[in-house]
């Protein structure tokens, strides 16, 4: 294992004008998901065909971007995406079963379960060999993709490895709890809220006609079975009987999920690379020390180009 802290400088040069991906489609249950091929240019120096990537998106209506209709407008994919084929990487970056592009995949998005998603990387992994030539994929979560990228890569030989951004390093119902008990404007609501989460854990529906608003958008019905199935995931237990190579990026300033989670799947998975990332949040932003609101200010600027060291340490680790 090899830990690396990276201490990142607070200003980046220009971007580049963004390369063109290319459309490309994966068998979903009733209908095609959907997602975008970006190649390295032609005529870049490193020797082709390079790393394939499929990049797994986060939980909620998160597209391929990395963008979100609550209020995410900072692409951290799309940057990625675009980052790593000027290293000579390859990315796959998609919608979800359900959503946006891939909306006709499914008749219910809020159905879906993380193992759902699972069969789902697997169709987009057969499709991505038979168009790149790839030998293997490697498989990028991003926050809750973290979590599916390890359950389908148990026992798939056509997966190069794992590389886990932003992931939880606890049970999806811990970091839940974490989450809401942080928001201090949470604190009157959290005697309904811990025995409910209780309850998904333990596989069981709650009713929700009594909640609050805000708790109801949370665990309204129609999530509830995705919830039950989440919550049942240790990402520790998929990580210790991993073999393939595995990288851990982590943001130290990410409001969502902390260093400990990090430092979790380090513990369960020894001979995994871990690389934490000063200054870096949740979508992969350089912030200052303006605390949490200028941190969420981040997630809304789509012109706020990715923290240094991001691509680099994803890019170094795929090639060497």
Known sequence: MKRILLLLPLLVGAAAPSPQGTPIEAPGPIG???????????????PQPGPVVLIIPGSGPTDRDGDSPLGVRAAPYRLLAEGLAAHGVTTVRIDKRGMFGSAAATKDANAVTIGGYADDVHSWIKVIRQRTGASCVWLLGHSEGGLVALVAAQHQTDVCGVVLVAAAGRPMGEVLRAQLEANPANAPLLGQIMPDIDALEAGKHIDDAGMAPALRALFRPQVQDLLIDEFRYDPTRLLSGYAKPVLIVQGERDLQIGKADAERLEEADPRAKIVLLAGVNHVLKQVGDGGVQANIATYADPNLPLAPGVVDAIGDFLLH
């Not at 095609?32 to 490193?46: I, M, N, S």
Request: cysteine-free; overall charge negative; charged content about 20%.
């Open 32 to 46: 095609a998901l959907e997602g975008t091929l970006l190649q390295p240019a032609a005529g870049h120096d490193r």
